[in-house]
């Protein structure tokens, strides 16, 4: 962490892994507490020099660089309670080497806190890993989703990899159980999707004109519609390859919904019914899991092809289902 001074100017060295954002950006960070209104008056008033010149909110910085910050107080830093500190935890990798991370988050984790979470996924590897200098998250996955998760360990490979996704890639490859019965084997799924607040203030998503373009490739694996569904009041469940073309909040599960097959599972878009069904099943958790990234290495351009098996609980699903199939 970088020392401010409240009663003399503060030199500080920009570090490598800092290297490339812009200067306003980067004070935000380092100045805790202190409004964006404010850094942007110091930088217009010339308070704040970058090797010794004036300077404007939008130049780069790089490494080696010498950020003169004048005399300014700072938010004091916090001290969370031993309770509240997240518990310094590592998840099976999928990939690792010195710019990238890739994990397989288990469902029931957040990938970060915030909105009632006191810590997620992000908070613990840090906590694990005290001697790293840069850990951001490249991307999301919802609380209750399991799989392939990415983690830039260098700002190059963080910069690269959402250029990337900008552009649609890498490719992401999803498994999810769909209550209901789909009437193709493989079919394209285009429909805007719109982001709204719900009335307990979660975040929700529906298909709206007013929407982002939104762009689902599914693919069935399986159907199931066997006399142990029927027991428990359930007819159909497919079982799909779901491949993203683009990236939006919860697009696969309001993609499905809206062909009426909604995800075995998911509490915010599904049948409450059929999943308290599910349960009597053996099925405890949504059923959605990100199994496979295909992309390029952010700095060496290698072509990479990452694999997360299916979690235990849902393959033993899975098997049971096709177990009963033969069995009818």
Known sequence: MHAIRKDSVSLIAVAEH???????????????????????RIIRAGEVRLNKKRCKPDNRIQA??????????????????????????EFDIAYEDDALLVINKPSGVAVH????????????IRRARPEARYLELVHRLDKDTSGLLMIAKKRSALVKLHEAIRNDHPKKIYLALGVGKLPND????????????????EKMVRVSEDGQSAHTIFRVLNRFSDGLLHQV???DLTFVEATLKTGRT?????????????????????????????????LKRMFLHASELHLAHPLTGEKLILKAPLPQELAQFVLMLENQEKAV
């Open 18 to 40: 800092e290297e490339g954002q812009r200067l306003d950006n980067y004070l935000i960070k380092i100045l805790k507490g202190v409004p964006k209104s404010h850094i942007h």
């Open 64 to 89: 080696g660089d010498t950020v003169r910050i004048p005399p300014i107080r700072t938010a004091e830093k916090q001290r969370p309670s031993e309770s509240q500190a997240a518990p310094a935890r």
């Open 113 to 124: 806190g915030g909105s009632g979470v006191s810590f997620g996924v992000i908070e613990q």
């Open 186 to 201: 493989r079919f394209h799924v285009k429909l805007p999707l719109f982001k709204y607040t719900g009335a307990q203030g």
């Open 233 to 235: 009041g359930l007819s």
């Open 250 to 282: 919860h697009q696969i599960r309001v993609h499905l919904q809206s062909q009426d097959c909604p995800i075995a599972g998911d509490e915010r878009y599904g049948d409450y019914q059929a999943n308290k069904r599910l349960q009597k099943l053996g």
